[in-house]
């Protein structure tokens, strides 16, 4: 089965900017959308960003354009670049995987996806 794990989190203050990896391994399946969620105190745990094996991404309207995610398939590394960071952006976060395609229409749902990894503490001061 696919395992993950996070790393890069840290304290920040609002307005920095945080680099998010996520080592991937136990690849079956060609095809797979790789997704980046977050679960802050008392809240559900929400898709952040998604990506196809092709490239194509879809984010959260509350992340876009701040930030980016993307894949290092040569060494099974999954990125998450944040940028311009906000209180509100404080969460655990976690990197997932599942076979197929990512929804074009709306950031991964957490339900879908089976495997996680012990996620990576991101904090923004005001």
């Known amino acids: 089965q696919i395992e993950l794990a996070e790393s890069g989190g840290g304290s920040v203050p609002s307005g920095g900017s945080l680099r998010l990896s996520c080592t991937v391994s136990?690849?079956?399946?060609?095809?797979?959308?790789m997704g980046w969620f977050r679960q802050a105190p008392g809240k559900e745990r929400e898709g952040v960003a998604g990506?196809?094996?092709?490239?194509?991404?879809i984010y959260a309207d509350s992340v876009k354009g701040r930030f980016t995610i993307s894949i290092d398939r040569g060494q099974n590394l999954l990125y998450l670049q944040m940028a311009n960071l906000k209180p509100e952006d404080t969460a655990m976060y976690y990197c997932s995987a599942r076979p197929g395609k990512c929804s074009q229409f709306r950031p991964p749902l957490p339900r879908l996806f089976n495997y996680w990894g012990q996620g990576t503490q991101v904090t923004v001061s005001s």
């Open positions: 136990g690849y079956t399946y060609n095809s797979y959308c």
């Open positions: 990506i196809d094996a092709d490239g194509s991404t």
